[in-house]
């Protein structure tokens, strides 16, 4: 009897210690971190509890180098990002994670322990990390044809950011680049709406998968609304010789058909987060245009993500700061990159709020699609690196894969003779070019620094490497980058001649304005090497390395063979492969190649299809092993007065 008195008592204590605590224990759990609610309601929630300060720290992003994690703590930052090239010291994923992490660590410092969202330009592998993956750049994606491919290299992307902590990639430009002296057409897929529009949509279904609360899941970014790709030469606020940040000068329903695709089609499959353009359209920026962002893209279009302004974009406003604000915040610009000056925005915002000139109704707008976003992210749940993802980091079925495209993405534009493939029976190879032994050339812009760079920038295979380890032990294989090769004689002490020459000629590599180029010519150390070469070999094949098409009419008359490689990043062994037959071509030509400069731009509605008014190669233009008599070689070398 005594005994079930015992439990009875103890099981009424137990159950009067949770009916008094439930009160406390609700307290401890706000809804806002409640898992199991939607993003809406967590959204909702925590929108609650914020204070003017923590919603306008939400809608302001710094670049790291502004500011420390106790700066994020204190000012309640929402943002961080890497600029281009903005990596920790020593340059490891394992440091990047270790940078990452401590703004978190401090962003979970901040009363309602909002967690940052770190962004970076991972447009080509998470290019700024030394030793991860660098695939080809959009362009040879866009060569590619292959959506199923291209989402492949975004989703090996995302596991590669996630290790280091990074969940947002501001990836992929979704331009549909009209004027290939453009410094950002290698970003761009390609000259056509519909290729840009498949291709982008595949890339950002790569980087988020179905749901951006899945595992492996990252924040892509289309970028940058709208009509980036159609400013003309010359118009660019940053002075006439410029077409970067220009004017887009076309009508509406022409920014509709040509421009408004991709977004739509990125929106429908789940963009949550688009950046605006440094361009203008009727002569106003992008970052003003509250017709565009809040009628068409929010409206229209259902946009339910948040808009970021690019770097300092809100400053092209208006050189009055507090009228650039207030502009931009509402024309339906909801994060800031701002990204130095953090305070001077915040406080600027604080007074817009409280003169009237931004209402709190347009704040909590902004903020509530931000925090929809951290939550569907599943950031307040893990908002530190996946650690066990770090062996990932450039490893070999990553780099597979990023092989893979580059063979894909190689447009073989003429082969006489059949010099191509290299032949087995092959005795001795010369090489030259001062692109066939340098990563740094291979990758081209955004690769560990913002402008890339020549040189051994980071691990890879060179297409000479590759070369070398892949010939039989029969083919003897000589490199000298200036084509100097006197010194090889046969043995009646003649100049060696050699079954084949090739030659490896790039663009210097270039980011944005720095790559506007009104000439589009390569180097004269490039072509002097095709010419030393072209009487020391039998087969002169010439491999061009480049962001866009390029002024090649002196290769298409002396060489054997000419493949248009693009910017194929780190994995040569992906030219070695299509070079010695081991893979096909299949690239076909994501823009039309120029026979000259004086033909851009295209007008793409009246473009000649014959005649020296033509141009050398049309777009979707590629020849094969199987097919490789073509027509349009036959008209460059009559136009070049072969
Ligand atoms: C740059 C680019 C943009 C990039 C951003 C952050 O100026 O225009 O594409 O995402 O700044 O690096």
């Known amino acids: 009897m005594f005994h079930n008195r015992a439990i009875i008592s103890i099981v009424m204590g137990i159950m009067l210690l949770l009916v008094l605590s439930a009160p406390l224990l609700a307290q401890e759990t706000p809804a806002y971190l409640n898992s199991d609610l939607s993003a809406e309601e967590r959204a909702a929630d925590l929108l609650a509890r914020m204070s003017l300060e923590e919603k306008i720290g939400q809608m302001t992003q710094v670049e790291k180098n502004s500011l420390t994690p106790a700066d994020v703590t204190e000012w309640l930052i929402g943002s961080v990002l890497s600029g281009g090239g903005g990596y920790p010291s020593p340059n490891t994923p394992e440091a990047w994670a270790a940078m990452v992490n401590g703004f978190q660590e401090a962003a979970l410092g901040t009363p309602l322990a909002i967690p940052v969202i770190y962004g970076v330009d991972a447009v080509h592998g998470h290019n700024n990390v030394m030793g991860a993956v660098i695939f080809p750049q959009n362009v040879g994606l866009g060569a590619t044809r292959n959506a199923e491919l291209v989402g492949q290299t975004a989703e090996i992307t995302a596991r590669e950011m996630i290790a280091t902590g990074i969940y947002w990639d501001f990836a992929p430009v979704v331009a549909v680049p009209q004027d290939i002296r453009w410094g950002r057409a290698y970003e761009g897929f390609g000259e056509n709406t519909d290729l840009v529009t498949e291709l982008s949509t595949a890339y950002l279904l790569g980087l988020q998968g179905e749901s951006l609360s899945a595992p492996g899941s990252v924040l892509g970014t289309p970028k940058h609304f709208i009509g980036d790709g159609g400013t003309t030469w010359g118009s660019s606020r940053l002075g006439s010789a410029y077409m970067d940040q220009g004017e887009t000068p076309v009508d509406e329903a022409t920014l509709r058909e040509r421009y408004l695709p991709p977004y739509i089609s990125v929106i429908e499959h789940g963009a949550q987060s688009i950046m605006i353009s440094f361009s203008s359209w009727g002569g106003l920026p992008m970052h003003a245009q509250s017709y565009l962002i809040n009628d068409v893209l929010k409206g229209e279009l259902g946009f339910t993500g948040f808009t970021i302004s690019d770097w300092a974009g809100i400053d092209t406003i208006s050189e009055d700061y507090y009228e650039a604000v207030v502009t931009a915040i509402n024309a339906g610009v909801d994060m800031a990159m701002v990204p130095y000056d953090f305070e001077r925005f915040i406080s600027t915002m604080l007074e817009a709020v409280e003169n009237g000139d931004i209402t709190l109704e347009r704040i909590d707008d902004a903020v509530s699609r931000i925090l929809r976003v951290k939550f569907e992210l599943g950031l307040f749940e893990h908002p530190f690196n996946d650690p066990a993802l770090l062996p990932a980091v450039g490893s070999d079925e990553h780099r597979a894969v990023a092989r893979e495209a580059v063979s894909q993405s190689l447009v073989l534009l003429k082969n006489e003779g059949e010099a191509l493939p290299i032949s087995p029976e092959t005795q001795t190879v010369f090489v030259a070019g001062t692109a066939a032994d340098d990563i740094g050339l291979q990758s081209g812009g955004w690769t560990i620094d913002w402008q890339g760079g020549a040189g051994n920038i980071t691990e890879g295979t060179t297409i000479l ?19 100097r090769f006197e010194n090889f004689r046969d043995d009646a002490g003649n100049p060696l001649i050699a079954d084949v020459g090739i030659v490896v000629i790039s663009e210097q590599p270039y980011a944005e304005y720095e790559g506007d180029d009104a000439v589009l010519a390569l180097a004269e150390t490039d072509w002097s090497a095709v010419e030393r070469l072209r009487p020391l070999v039998n087969k002169l094949v010439v491999i061009v390395l480049s962001g866009r098409p390029v002024m090649i009419n002196e290769a298409i008359m002396s060489a054997d063979a000419v493949v248009a490689a693009w910017l194929p990043g780190t994995e040569g062994e992906g030219v070695s492969d299509v070079l010695l037959g ?32 033509a141009p050398l190669f049309p777009f979707d233009y590629g020849l094969t092993y199987e097919n490789s008599e073509s027509s349009w070689v036959d008209l460059a070398i009559e136009c070049a007065g072969g």
Do not use: M, S
């Not at 490497?465 to 084509?483: D, S, Y």
């Not at 096909?584 to 026979?595: D, I, Q, S, V």
């Open 465 to 483: 490497e590759a070369l070398e380890a892949a010939v039989p032990e029969t083919t003897a294989v000589h490199f000298n980058r200036f084509g």
């Open 582 to 613: 081991i893979e096909p071509f299949t690239g076909r030509l994501p823009y039309t190649w120029p026979r000259d400069i004086e033909q851009l731009p295209f007008d793409f509605a009246n473009l000649p299809t014959e005649g020296c008014d």
